[in-house]
Every structure is written in structure tokens, then in C-alpha cells.
């Protein structure tokens, strides 16, 4: 079993910045690769952002791409999302997830709340 808690969520003014950390606990050496989805009120959960822990790889969401950027602390199991010049269609609650096969979650966060205001 993997436990992720994630933290940093928040509001913030458009054009803001925000970074959000989730830190693995568990059986860490199950998992292939992990990522950051949202959800925002009436919407479909999205997938944002994600990176391969083996090769290091980072896919992005083109509504996020250049402005978002994943990145991992190996020893201290963490995951983080810096982003940036945020925007209030960014208002969301943001998953973080971990994957065993790299074909989907397996394993996710309680997830946090973005706010973005104008």
C-alpha cells in the first residue's frame, strides 16, 4: 500500500503562483510513476501532469503546459506542482496520484483546494 497526503493548496489572485507538495509513504518501491490531476465543480476529474519515476520523464496537459512543472525529491518522497501565472479556470481540487504499471492510478491523495480569483 502507498499513502499520499498532499499540501500548499490555497487562493490566490490570478497571475499568482502556488506549489503543491505530496509526500509517498508505503511500499515506495511499488510504484512506477505518479502524477497530478484536478477536479473542478461540475466537471470531469483531469489529468494535468505526470512523471516517471524511472526515467524521469514529464507529460503535461496543454492547458497547463508552460505554466505548471512536476517534479520529484527522491529522498524525501515528495512531489511537487509549481504553478505559475495561474488563472481562476485553474480553481480545482488537485489529486496527486501514484501508479504501480504506468497504465493508470492506483493509489491516490485526500486532495487539496486551488482557488483562483480575478
Known amino acids: 500500500q502507498v499513502q499520499l497526503v498532499e499540501s500548499g493548496g490555497g487562493w490566490v489572485q490570478a497571475g499568482g503562483s502556488l506549489r503543491l507538495s505530496c509526500v509517498a509513504s508505503?511500499?515506495?518501491?511499488?510504484?512506477?510513476?505518479m502524477g497530478w490531476c484536478r477536479q473542478a465543480p461540475g466537471k470531469e476529474r483531469e489529468l494535468i501532469a505526470l512523471i516517471s519515476l524511472s526515467g524521469g520523464s514529464e507529460n503535461y496537459a496543454g492547458s497547463v503546459k508552460g505554466r505548471f512543472t512536476i517534479s520529484r525529491d527522491k529522498a524525501k518522497n515528495t512531489l511537487y506542482l509549481q504553478m505559475n501565472n495561474l488563472k481562476p479556470e485553474d480553481t480545482a481540487v488537485y489529486y496527486c496520484?501514484?501508479?504501480?504499471?504506468?497504465?493508470?492510478?492506483?493509489?491516490w491523495g485526500q486532495g487539496i483546494q486551488v482557488t483562483v480569483s480575478s
Open positions: 496520484y501514484a501508479d504501480k504499471l504506468g497504465i493508470g492510478p492506483d493509489y
Open positions: 508505503g511500499i515506495i518501491s511499488s510504484i512506477n510513476g
